[in-house]
Structure formats: C-alpha cells, structure tokens
C-alpha cells in the first residue's frame, strides 16, 4: 500500500522560500509519476509540478516556472519542492501524488501540508 507524507509547509513572507518534503513508501516507485498539486480556499486542486522517477524529466504549471523546482532522491524515496520567490496566490495546501507511468489518474494522495503567504 502506498503511503505519502507531505512536510514542511508554514507561514512565510512575500518574496520568501520553503521546501516541501513528500516521503513515499509501500512499493517501488521506479514505475512512477510523483506530482505536487495545490488547492486554494474556495478554488479547485491544481497541479503545480512532476517528476517522472524513472528518468527525473519535469513539468510545471506556467505560473510557478522558474521559481519552483521538483526533484527527488532515489535512497530516501522522497520528492521535494524547492519554491522560492513566494507569492501570496502561492497560499494552498499543498499535496502529494503518485501514480503509474501511463496512468491518467493519481491513484495516491498525501494528506496535504499549509502554505500560507504574507504580503
């Protein structure tokens, strides 16, 4: 069974910066996809950014590129987000997904983790 257990979120200034941790666990994420979405207050969940485990290619949202960075590391199973230049439309809980390569769906989901940002 897979498990994801996102970590670092809090409170930061405008212009600041944090990293989000998401451990996985329960298999062998070779396969894999792992993405980072958000959710605002009152808005729907978003994506943000992915990583393919196999290769370590990426994709992000439009919006984020260039302040945002995904990466992983392969002994500890766990995939970051490096968010830098932190806006206050940055402020969402923040998830973690996994799934099969091919697979339309994410079939795994954290618990989310709060990013608020100041002005």
């Known amino acids: 069974q897979v498990q994801l257990v996102e970590s670092g979120g809090g409170l930061v200034q405008a212009g600041g910066s944090l990293r989000l941790s998401c451990a996985a666990s329960g298999r062998t994420f070779s396969n894999y996809v792992m993405g980072w979405f958000r959710q605002a207050p009152g808005k729907e969940r978003e994506f943000v950014a992915r990583i393919w485990w196999s290769d370590g290619s990426t994709s992000y949202k439009d919006s984020v590129k260039g302040r945002f960075t995904i990466s992983k590391d392969n002994a500890k199973n766990t995939v970051y987000l490096e968010m830098k230049s932190l806006k206050p439309e940055d402020t969402a809980v923040y998830y973690c997904?996994?799934?099969?390569?091919?697979?339309?769906?994410?079939?795994?989901w954290g618990q989310g983790t709060q990013v608020t940002v100041s002005s």
């Open positions: 997904a996994a799934k099969r390569s091919g697979s339309a769906r994410y079939d795994n």
